[in-house]
Nanobody, 113 residues
């Protein structure tokens, strides 16, 4: 099983980025897919989740700015991040959770002018 995260980078405040997490070895639609982030010195926190039932949930800090989506054909989950703030700076990780729990490698998002 492999989760390949990509799409991070440096962006100015107010900008946008789209993260991707491509899966191999599992069928994403049967898993609860989540995006987490971890800032330096902080604990890893849940940002957004796309459940196997097709529902979504977001951390209060990103509601209205971030959107999680899933492409079953590409077996990929996305995180569209708009109106980015400096406090969104972190390493972002994708996670697939079912009976087993899988993590992708992180992708760095830096929001700075």
């Amino acid at each position: 099983v492999q989760l390949q995260a990509s799409g991070g980078g440096l962006v100015q405040p107010g900008g946008s980025l789209r993260l991707s997490c491509a899966a191999s070895g599992i069928i994403l639609s049967t898993y609860n897919m989540g995006w987490y982030r971890q800032a330096p010195g902080e604990q890893r926190e849940l940002v957004a989740v796309f459940t196997s039932a097709g529902t979504t949930n977001y951390a209060d800090s990103v509601k209205g700015r971030f959107t999680i989506s899933r492409d079953n054909v590409k077996n990929t989950v996305f995180l569209q991040m708009n109106s980015l703030k400096p406090e969104d700076t972190a390493v972002y990780y994708c996670n697939a959770r079912q009976v087993f729990n899988y993590w992708g490698q992180g992708t760095q998002v830096t929001v700075s002018s």
